[in-house]
């Protein structure tokens, strides 16, 4: 089974893997943490990915390049917000997500 | 012409993990319904009930403005930023999660249970220092009136969370109404009723039916039966 790719980034190292560990335990999708902006373009860059999830910390003007960047590499990537810190939202957030009702 | 959404009782999500039996009026954890998202900024209600010694381990929250109201027994709070507290019923507790904070919540009682709402409202603005608080009410002030537990203003009446939202406690007895004006344009409310029947305007609503209404400046609320309720009124966003 192909699992669906989901880059994660936030600054929280505790939090990050606490996101990843729960995404993970969806046995249909796979996700990588990054902390930094340059880790995130250089992990987009090499692997595709269906969708990334904004966590904590992001300040705006890193949003902005990390959104322009991969959509100039991927127009069709996904980018949602996630909310709350490897909460009760995660799974429904990536749901919406994967069928387009939402995103950034 | 306002609009509005009823959510009846039963037809909230359900899980009972065996020490916690909770309710989720919007999408939460296992419970996933697209047409139960959020209402507005307002993104979890759960109506959660926790066995005798149980309780929510350490984990974390980043970007949400996190309330809880215990309804019944006592919950011990910890967090990163070193805050230990009991809250109990008559008090109400809000966190915002801003940049990052790990909590734990226990019902340390060996008898009890408690019975708390869980909301989560979202942030207007993103990664805030996180902060803590929480404060005892006074039951007297919301017989047969509305009373503010909560605002946008450290100044004003109850907590205060970074999102233009204000909720209002009401214990009215049968018959008694009053009329709510909203205080912000665009604004809609979310109406959580505790107990017994209200009345919006002319919608009926019985113990623990949620009601959002929208795109109108007031309502009225009539208490069918002594009742207990809970007013959100919170940004409708786009």
């Known amino acids: ?104 | 012409m306002a609009q509005t959404v009823l959510h009846k009782a039963e037809t909230r999500g359900h899980a009972n993990h065996g020490w916690l039996n909770s309710y989720h009026t919007f999408s939460f954890a296992n419970y996933y319904n697209p047409e139960r998202m959020h209402f507005g900024a307002l993104r979890v209600l759960n109506d959660d009930t926790v066995d005798p010694g149980m309780g929510f381990g350490k984990h974390p929250h980043d970007n949400m403005e996190i309330i809880s109201i215990p309804l019944e027994g006592d919950l011990e709070h910890k967090d990163s930023m070193n805050n230990v507290a009991v809250i109990k019923n008559g008090d109400i507790q809000v966190m915002s999660a801003g940049t990052g904070v790990f909590h734990s919540e226990y019902n340390k009682d060996r008898e009890q249970r408690v019975k708390f709402l869980q909301i989560w409202v979202f942030p207007d603005k993103k990664n805030v220092e996180p902060r803590y608080d929480q404060i005892t009410l006074n039951a007297d002030d919301r017989h047969n009136k509305l009373q503010q537990i909560l605002s946008p203003n450290p100044d004003d009446a109850g907590v205060w969370i970074h999102q233009n939202a204000w909720f209002h406690l009401g214990k009215f007895d049968k018959g008694v109404s009053t009329e709510y004006n909203l205080k912000a344009k665009g604004n809609g409310v979310y109406i959580f009723n505790l107990s017994g029947d209200i009345k919006i305007d002319n919608q009926l609503l019985n113990t623990r039916d949620g009601y959002g209404i929208w795109d109108t400046d007031k309502f009225t609320i009539t208490a069918e039966t002594d009742a207990e309720f809970l007013l959100m009124e919170v940004p409708m966003l786009s």
Not at chain 1, 43 to 67: A, H, I, M, N, Q
């Open chain 1, 1 to 104: 089974m192909t699992k669906i790719e989901i880059l994660v980034i936030g600054r929280h190292p505790e939090i990050l893997q606490t996101v990843i560990r729960l995404v993970n335990n969806n046995p249909e999708w796979n996700a990588t943490g990054c902390d930094s902006d340059e880790e995130a373009i250089a992990t987009f860059t090499r692997r595709p990915f269906r969708l990334v999830l904004l966590g904590g910390g992001v300040e705006k003007e890193s949003e902005d390049k990390l959104c322009n960047t991969f959509r100039s590499i991927n127009p069709q990537i996904t980018i949602v917000q996630h909310y709350g810190g490897g909460s009760g939202l995660l799974s429904a957030e990536i749901y919406e997500a994967l069928d387009g009702r939402t995103s950034l």
